[in-house]
């Protein structure tokens, strides 16, 4: 099954095209949001932990096991997208993720179960590295920064079904309390799939494989209603070309070793992994995966009272991470990482303090505000970091290690997420409140390497981000920005005679150094 060639099934609406790329690749996110907030749940259920006999290091495997099969994906995952397409890699990883929650529901024992995570996770990540590169090469660039924003706040969309879902199961006196969620882990991977042949392939990827008619066609439907000769589109194919043959001349490949080969390149990697660290470092972690715990140590102990949080907790950050995004085009990138890290830093404190305080009293107001503190926590993550997930780092990176450096990125998260999976539930255990200082230390020092390293990159084409890391823009082409303010315009856009784009061969308005 293939959904890269043809376009006959795609709406000829520019806006159709857009909101149809942004669900396949959110259906995705919601997914990862789902079992999120599902193993957060079914930790708390009794039907769940008695059927495995769990305890600290079974508790620990069964929860942290998806981020094993996250690295695994990481190794391979974005050679397949170079080799096979955006789409088709999309598709793979959503047919493991189907399988995966198949075996997850029908689990007999921990191995069995182990296993089910670890396919999760290798679907799930999968996803995070197709999805991104996907919509960013796809969408116009003036919805790229909703476009990717809205990935990882499905994220929370996940999370409110799943746990209104185990909320609802929770009362089933059946094994059949965990294993409906799990089993529903697949349903929107089933719906990614229905949605590929509606949307067309990465006008990048086709370019890169030659396909250069394609291409146009692709950048047409996505960003001019199908019309090929609309400015905007022939600035956009203008610049990818020169882009792409300017990397060619320069010896760049689709390989991992590009992603270190030169300065740039490791440039635009440490920005990128700085996101993959900060996103599972800055606290969220413990919340996402250890709720019960956390509301355990601050007092509350009642099963349903925690379940009925997490509900709320999830709806909170929801809204909180949509507005985040909304803000992306208008604080930029970095001023919204800057803004979140800030204060989820504070939170995470008062998280801190409020537990050694009144983790062990019965002080109602003590407990409520540690509560509050855990929403207001949650809710400065999601403000900036959880659209930033999966904007920042496919903005950075350029075509010859996107795809790569995304499954980089996939692994290191998962790594990360793997290590903090497995050792908060012994630090909460053996050093409880301490542990929250310890991780607001660090937050500290993600805020300083958020204000000295980053950049900004909001305003700019994928391909005029270049310009940030390389010193120059590799094409001739009017930037896209002067284009839509009228500032330049299509007799400005011909370059040393040649004809307007659309009979433009690659190897005519190669740049040189």
């Known amino acids: ?29 919601t997914t990862q949001g789902f079992d999120g907030s599902m193993m957060n749940a079914l930790n708390i259920l009794p039907s769940y932990t008695d059927y495995f006999s769990l305890n600290t290091t079974t508790l620990a495997l069964n929860t942290s096991a998806v981020w094993l099969g996250g690295c695994l994906a990481g190794m391979f995952f974005g050679l397949i997208t170079d080799y096979l397409g955006r789409k088709n890699a999309m598709l793979i990883a ?20 182990v296993i089910s995570r670890i396919l ?8 995070a590295t197709a999805g991104p590169v996907y919509i960013a090469e796809t969408l116009k660039p003036q919805w790229r920064g909703w476009g990717l924003g809205l990935f990882f706040d499905f994220y929370y969309i996940g999370g409110l079904i799943s746990a209104g879902v185990t909320y609802g199961t929770a009362r089933m006196q059946s094994t059949w309390a965990w294993r409906l969620p799990s089993a529903l882990q697949g349903l929107f991977s089933v719906l990614c799939i229905v949605v590929l042949p509606f949307i067309p392939e990465s006008p990048r990827w086709l370019i890169h494989k030659g396909r250069n008619e394609e291409a146009i ?14 400015p905007i589109v022939q600035v956009q194919y203008r610049e990818i070309i020169d882009t792409l043959a300017w ?16 300065p740039g390149a490791r440039k635009r990697m440490m920005l990128s992994l700085s996101v993959a660290v900060f996103t599972m470092l800055s606290g969220n972690n413990i919340i996402s995966y250890y709720l019960g715990t956390m509301l355990t140590n601050a007092g509350i102990t009642d099963s349903t009272t925690q379940l009925e949080i997490n509900i709320i907790l999830n709806a909170w950050c929801l809204v909180i991470c949509l507005f985040g ?6 604080l930029g990138r970095k001023s919204l990482a800057a803004w979140s890290t800030g204060l989820l830093t504070i939170f995470i404190f008062m998280i801190g303090g409020l537990t050694a305080a009144y983790g062990t009293s019965t002080n109602t107001a003590g407990i ?4 509050a503190s855990i929403f207001l926590f949650q809710g400065s993550y999601s403000f900036g970091w959880t659209p930033l997930t999966m904007v920042y780092p496919p903005e950075v990176l350029n075509f010859s290690i996107r795809s790569n450096g995304m499954a980089v990125y996939a692994f290191i998260v998962s790594g990360v997420g793997l290590l903090v999976t497995f050792a908060f539930p012994y630090a909460l255990e053996a050093i409880g409140w301490k542990t929250y200082m310890i991780n607001g230390a660090w937050d500290v020092l993600e805020l300083a390497f958020v204000l000295f390293f980053w950049v900004e990159t909001k ?22 920005e002067a284009i839509m303010k009228g500032k330049a315009g299509v007799d400005e856009f011909v370059v040393d005679g040649v004809e307007p784009v659309t009979q433009v061969p690659v190897e005519v308005s190669k740049k040189a150094d």
């Open 1 to 29: 099954m293939s959904f890269s060639s043809s376009t006959k099934l795609v709406p000829r609406s520019s806006k159709a095209v857009s909101i149809l790329i942004v669900i396949s690749s959110t259906f995705m996110a």
């Open 94 to 113: 959503a047919l493991i993720t189907i399988f995966a929650a198949i075996l997850q529901a029908a689990s007999q024992n921990v191995p069995m179960f």
């Open 120 to 127: 999760i996770g290798l679907g799930m990540n999968g996803s």
């Open 217 to 230: 066609e692709a950048i047409a439907l996505a960003c001019a209603d199908g019309n090929k000769d609309d």
């Open 247 to 262: 990397e060619k001349e320069q010896g760049e490949t689709l390989s991992l070793l590009q992603t270190v080969k030169t």
């Open 325 to 330: 995004t909304s803000l992306l085009d208008i």
């Open 368 to 371: 409520y505000g540690t509560v």
């Open 459 to 480: 305003g700019k084409t994928l391909e005029e981000i270049d310009e940030l890391f390389d010193g120059q823009k590799h094409s001739d082409a009017p930037d896209l």
